[in-house]
């Protein structure tokens, strides 16, 4: 395959410790990974630092090797505990409407009072086959928010490290892209899949079906700072009922069952977890590879030792581009 910008693409994502990258070439379809990488930042924190997480990507690009021209499409996410996203099933209508409707129907699925100068955004995702109570036809709609100062920090970031973002996603949605782009990552067309992202500060489980439903919740703190004695089973039992609780909201509402569950994050490396949940949740609990099937040729790759779990998300961001994304 002839390599050229159209192909090569570049996802980036900023967590509250490290940075990842993971760098891909594909037409279509993301088929060859290049590299590979994560840069710790420090101490886990939810503060935001602009010039030193610039300072850790521009210090992870020079140990890749790899140039602003060499990245080829490049895709940022935006993530924080105050996202809001939903999929919702509304009356059918023509994008010129929905987007002057934008506001007032995100008010109603969204929690928005106490978010600071929210910045919101919208997606059609199809028709939807639940039976509507007029007898019109329904769309199937995902309703998308971030405070102005959490969409704008990627940018920022980026344009510190002398980058310029082609696309910036949610942590959420690129996370799952990753998911919906493993074979049989997600399950038949009415089932529903977990994702479950043990980061260093919280706990965040995505939950998602092809034929319609996404939802997206805290359901817990971090990780713990240091490897337990118990190999993480407390913690596991403690997100036990959490996730329970939302997987059984999630099924009264899209009436489709969550038939197993994902791990991604710092947190998938504990076992204990793992089987703490499988025994709570009786559900198959799987780490997530997001480099599964794919051509590995990656520089970098020894940094996929700490657990390639991590990289779900850059992974997800990387696929931006495929053909069914």
Known sequence: MTVTRKTVRTGIDLGNTSVKLVRGVGNGHLERITHLGLEPLGAATDEQ??????????RLLERLNLKPASLGNLAVAVGGPELACREVVTTSMNEETLARALPFEARKHLDLESMAAPVLDY??????????????????????????????????????????????????????????????????????????????????LHLWSRAGGLLSRQVGGGTPASWPDDDGAAYGEELAPSVLE????????????????????????LPGVRHALEHALDLPVIVFDPLLGLKIEASGCDDASSGVSRFVTACGLCRWWDANS
């Open 123 to 204: 997606q059609v995702l199809g028709d939807s086959d639940e039976p509507s109570p007029t007898g019109g036809a329904q769309i199937r709609v995902l309703f998308a928010a971030a405070p102005r100062a959490v969409r704008d920090y990627p940018v920022e970031v980026l344009r510190l490290a002398g980058l310029e973002p082609d696309v910036v996603d949610l942590e959420p949605l690129a996370a799952l892209n990753a998911v919906a782009a493993a074979e049989a990552g997600a399950g038949s067309e009415q089932q529903a899949v977990g994702l479950l992202d043990l980061g260093s500060t919280r706990a965040v």
């Open 49 to 58: 630092d602009a010039p030193q997480t610039a300072a850790a990507l521009r």
């Open 246 to 269: 939302t997987s059984i909201f999630f099924r009264g509402r899209h009436r489709r069952p969550v038939v197993r569950l994902y791990l991604s994050g710092g947190g998938a490396n």
